[in-house]
């Protein structure tokens, strides 16, 4: 039910309430691949495209990616990279946080170096 309301509020562009309701499916039920692509799309419609990085490296790694998630990982990836400066340019303690902070991150800043 939570996954269905989600996406009627993401249609109607309420996307704190469409957060929200994924955020419940998701609680419910792990592996609810709709509600994690959702909020993954509220997320990068507010610009927090980090959040939207660890949903879709979520769904990626379940195996129930589609290929509008493929899409828009690797859309939300490149976006990642350009708010970030290069790893060899960071302090290694900036490296070290942000590394595991962004699931799938680590291979982005690796192909730079």
Known sequence: M??????????LSNLDSCIA???SAVESDRKAAKALFRRAQAYEKLGKVEDAC??????MRQDAATKQAKKAYARVKKM???????????GKDV???WRFRLPGTLAIFESHR
């Open 2 to 11: 939570f996954c269905n309301r989600a996406a009627c509020h993401l249609k």
């Open 21 to 23: 309701d994924a955020t």
């Open 54 to 59: 660890r949903d879709l490296y979520a769904l």
């Open 80 to 90: 990642v990279r350009g708010c970030f400066a290069l790893p060899h340019r960071w």
């Open 95 to 97: 490296y070290l946080k």
